[in-house]
């Protein structure tokens, strides 16, 4: 996980205005990191960077709406994918 970790940080610092030092807890949402072109810019590169589909009924802040959900997240898809085969 701590791959998917570094590869979801490393987009956010690169493509929003981000605090140094964020939280994997803190709300990207509320904190003013990601707005919702910003949720949709996430979900693309999602989809490109690890190949799975994202749900118009995934795109939920549990999913989506900080660093820890999005690990949780794609780490889940990845399983779910695997285990389909």
């Not at 998917?4 to 605090?19: G, K």
Request: proline fraction near 4%; charged fraction near 20%; hydrophobic fraction near 50%.
């Amino acid at each position: 996980m701590d791959h998917i970790e570094s590869r979801i940080r490393a987009f956010i610092h690169d493509t929003f205005q981000v605090p140094e030092q964020l939280p994997a807890a803190e709300s990207l949402l509320e904190s003013g990191v990601i707005d919702s072109i910003g949720v949709l810019t996430l979900v693309t590169w999602l989809e490109q960077e690890f190949g799975f589909l994202v749900e118009d009924d995934e795109v939920l802040p549990e999913n989506l709406d900080s660093v820890a959900n999005l690990v949780a997240y794609v780490g889940a898809k990845l399983d779910a994918a695997a285990a389909a085969g």
